[in-house]
């Protein structure tokens, strides 16, 4: 068995095999729904049904693609440098304490500034914070996989720290969480009773805004190009340690600002459970976009179908929700199969 | 020289998809005989060697050694047949002694002990016999290349070869250990076993080769005794049409561009480090660096493309000491660097054409402004250099990755030489490429020298270096030799030179 390169490919496939991938992972899920005791068809009308089936469906899922959104966008603008971030849950936690810190009284501005305010300075946070990792990767030659994933638990057992210490709120009766923010603080909803908010828009500019970045721009050719050949960039004359300290800062800062979103456009208060891993899922979401700006919309959007959908359907006819998880993680082996098969060609001797 | 034929292929066909690698190639090799085969890089070579050698199978065709048909695929029935390869990257342990490298995978490794002392009386008779002589006991890894090539060799020999197939042997020798090894060749020849030799230096063709068979596009062009023949018609025959020599026309040089001042660097991985280099390039100069690879050329080309900064001595560009040595600051002060890596230095394989021809200009105002890049000037650019340059590929949005050797290496030049350097540093440019490719550099260097750049040319090709250089310093153990014209030098010097004979260093004495 071989592999070939292939010669060119057409663009129908490449936005063709991806959907195919995710279409041959839910038949591959279909087995395990049959398993189960139930018809797969009714299965997943149900789920998309549960997911988009209502206006209060939809909005439940594209709020739930708002954090994954930011994640994804900040794992696809870190891996396309090659600078490997796996701390987005830690850079989301960041973003979320630094709103809670400024966001809870110490600070009270009319909304149109206020909520600009938090979003800058939490993405401020969450960057500087990546540069602690990023720097011991350029000065120490430290693995960033390593350290960035750690990191995460570090910062998680701060937050832990606040919200039984210094920052737990004493009027939640005992619940270890934080002052909620303050009302100019909290984004606005977008559809009238449904917990669609502001952040959604913000991601879905953040999403054309990095696009454009790394489309048009110096900086964008500059982050393409330190990512597909760090030797190459470095002899081209190319600033390679500007460049990566400035994907450190827009990466780590776009994962903060999915936590200054959740915070401040969903739950209004600082807790462990803010964030049910949507750092790790934005890897998922970005690798399954093929780290392309507009394709981790796409990407996001899907993955929270699958989720809320599967929350839904396990109410209607008791199969586990875990078939969402289950349906995520083989997409993401079918998607990137499916990549490696439009790219190269498999011979049988 | 009998004529009887020790091996015969017939209607060797293979396929790599629509690709006919090898189409319909038939040869004899007689006993006694050495044979050149030449090609251009993918005229089908290394897959009719594969064949024989039993790493690939024939679509159709078959494989006679003396008489006999050889079976398909089977490396061991071709070892066991006598047919024995000597590959271009030597498969030698180094940690263990030249014996051991000989004995292992052809002595059973039960007894391995107790049959060396058998062993190394075969081996003593072998080197006794064909005049090729190594220490048994000395560790393969304190070898020289040449020496280590001899063992290779013998190992063939040990297995009872009468057919020997060497893929570019020479590529990593000097012009001295050149000679001996084709001396050894003649001494085997002369006893009845038969060569094979793979090369495209036609030089060595019509020197050492009793008949050649030219290979392009998978046949055979041209079958010929070599006394027939002239370098310029085999020439012809490898490229399908005559290439014109690029020529070189001296200049009175001008300003000098380039003095190193008693320069010393060192790298890890990148060869000895370097001591005290001391060189001069003068406008519409070419100097010539020649040296056996891995004696410093790296860690030279690393500081004149800024990579490596000196921990010693000065460079000097047009009079100004450079303080801070970065790839940056070179390509500001003028410095047009070729390096010896296309794909993994040179270029960003996984990028377009248009966007590595503007990897070190994109900054420049006209190609960018307020940080957006001006891709309507970046295009026109790309579209004029593809065509002054001639890079041939399916345009400006083709990823750089699918393009061939010669046109990497055109893409380099065009970004280098576009942009009006004073000096251009030129790393071994046309290793790996085509004769029509090999050409085109060359003239492109030419060129730029005419119009008044200095060129540092690192090469291990004396032909090429005598070709285009001016003067020619030999680098050996990280030092630099006296410059020396090229007119008047001495070749076989120049050879004694790069083994480390006679070598002295400029300004030592």
Redesign the interface.
């Known amino acids: 068995m071989r592999l070939?390169p292939r010669?060119?490919v057409a663009f129908g496939w490449q936005v063709g095999a991806p959907l195919l991938a995710v279409v041959a992972a839910m038949a591959i899920c279909s087995g395990l729904i049959l398993w189960a005791g139930a018809s797969p068809l009714a299965a997943w009308g149900l789920l998309l049904k549960g997911a988009l089936g209502s206006t209060f469906a939809l909005t439940e899922t594209l709020t739930r693609a708002t954090p994954l959104i930011f994640t994804g966008l900040a794992a696809a603008v870190a891996f396309r440098a090659k600078l490997w971030n796996i701390g987005g849950e830690g850079q989301f936690y960041v973003g979320a304490c630094m709103a809670t810190w400024l966001g809870t009284g110490m600070i009270d501005l009319p909304a149109w500034l206020m909520i600009p305010f938090l979003f800058l300075t939490g993405a401020l946070a969450g960057g500087l914070f990546l540069l602690i990792p990023t720097w011991l990767k350029t000065r120490l030659k430290a693995d960033e996989v390593v350290t960035t994933l750690l990191l995460n638990f570090v910062v998680l057992l701060v937050v832990n720290w606040l919200v039984f210490g210094p920052w737990k709120d004493p009027m939640a009766m005992g619940w270890p969480q934080a002052a909620p923010v303050v009302d100019s603080a909290m984004l606005p909803v977008l559809v009238p009773k449904s917990s669609l908010h502001l952040g959604f828009v913000l991601a879905l500019a953040c999403a054309g805004l990095v696009w454009w970045m790394m489309r048009?721009?110096?900086?964008g050719?500059e982050i393409?190009?330190v990512g597909?050949?760090l030797?190459?960039?470095?002899?081209?004359?190319?600033?390679v340690g500007a460049t990566i300290v400035r994907t450190a800062l827009l990466s780590g800062g776009l994962a903060a600002m999915a936590g200054v979103s959740e915070l401040c456009g969903v739950k209004g208060y600082l807790t462990l459970d803010l964030s049910p891993g949507f750092g790790y899922s934005g890897i998922v979401v970005a690798m399954l976009a093929a780290l392309h700006p507009l394709g981790v919309v796409l990407s996001a959007v899907f993955i929270a179908i699958i989720y809320i959908g599967a929350d839904s359907m396990s109410r209607a006819i008791a199969i586990s929700n875990y078939i969402a998880d289950v349906t995520t993680a083989v997409s993401l082996l079918t998607v990137l199969l499916a990549m490696f098969l439009t790219r190269y060609r498999i011979r049988w001797k | 020289m009998s004529n009887t034929p020790v091996l015969r292929l017939r209607g060797i066909t293979k396929h790599f998809?629509p690709l006919a690698a090898n189409d319909d190639i038939s040869l004899t090799l007689n006993a006694g005989e050495m044979l050149a085969l030449l090609g251009e890089n993918g005229a089908g070579k290394t897959t009719l060697m594969s064949i024989l050698f039993g790493h690939y199978v024939a679509d159709a065709g078959a494989v006679e050694v003396q008489g006999s048909p050889l079976p398909p695929g089977s490396p061991k029935a071709a070892l066991a047949a006598g047919v024995g390869m000597v590959h271009q990257h030597f498969t030698l342990a180094g940690n263990m002694t030249v014996l051991e490298n000989i004995m292992l995978g052809t002595e059973p490794l039960w007894g391995f002990r107790r049959n060396s002392a058998r062993a190394l009386a075969k081996l003593g008779s072998l080197m006794e016999r064909f005049r090729l002589h190594v220490n048994p006991h000395a560790m393969v890894r304190g070898l020289s290349v040449g020496e280590r090539q001899r063992v290779e060799i013998l190992k063939v020999l040990y297995r009872d070869a009468r057919i020997l197939i060497l893929d570019e042997p020479t590529a990593v020798l000097t012009p001295q250990e050149s000679d001996h090894l084709f001396a050894t060749l003649r001494e085997l020849v002369s006893q009845g076993l038969s060569v094979i030799f793979i090369t495209h230096k036609l030089r060595e063709v019509m020197a050492a080769s009793d008949r050649c068979v030219v290979l392009r596009h998978g046949r055979v062009v041209l079958e010929t005794s070599t006394k027939a023949t002239s370098a310029e018609e085999l020439a012809k025959a490898m490229v399908g049409a005559s290439i014109p020599q690029a020529t070189r026309t001296p200049h009175p040089p001008g300003d000098e561009v380039l003095f190193l001042d008693g320069v010393r660097a060192s790298a890890p991985d990148r060869g000895p480090d370097l001591d005290e280099l001391r060189l001069s390039v003068r406008a519409h100069e070419i100097l010539g660096i020649a040296g056996v690879s891995g004696n410093g050329q790296a860690l030279l080309a690393d500081l004149l493309?800024?990579?490596v900064a000196p921990t010693g001595g000065h460079v000097i560009l047009r009079g100004q000491t450079v303080t801070r040595l970065?790839?940056?600051?070179?390509?500001r002060a003028g410095v047009g660097?070729v390096?010896d890596d296309r794909t993994?230095?040179?270029?960003?394989?996984?990028?377009t054409v248009m966007?590595n021809l503007?990897?070190?200009i994109?900054?420049l105002p006209g190609f960018?402004k307020r940080?957006?890049?001006n891709?309507k000037a970046l295009a026109s650019r790309a579209a004029q250099l593809m065509d002054v340059f001639d890079i041939r590929c399916?345009g400006p949005d083709a990823p750089v990755r699918?393009l061939s050797g010669g046109n990497m290496q055109k893409l380099i030049l065009a970004r280098v030489l576009s942009q009006g350097p004073h000096l251009i540093l030129a790393n071994q440019p046309t290793w790996g490429l085509d004769v029509g490719a090999t050409a085109a550099v060359h003239q492109h260097l030419l060129d730029a020298a005419r119009r008044g750049a200095g060129v540092v040319l690192i090469s291990e090709d004396l032909d090429e270096l005598f070709q285009l250089s001016d003067r020619i310093q030999v680098m050996y153990q990280g030092r630099l030799s006296e410059p020396e014209d090229t007119a008047t030098v001495d070749r076989a010097r120049l050879g004694l030179m790069m083994s480390g004979q006679t070598f002295d260093q400029r300004g030592a004495a």
């Open positions: 070939e010669e060119s048009f721009t110096v900086w050719f393409r190009a597909a050949s030797k190459a960039s470095t002899f081209a004359g190319m600033p | 998809g493309s800024g990579i970065t790839p940056a600051a070179m390509i660097r390096p993994g230095t040179g270029l960003v394989a996984d990028m966007e503007s990897t070190e994109y900054r960018s940080g957006m890049l891709f399916a699918k």
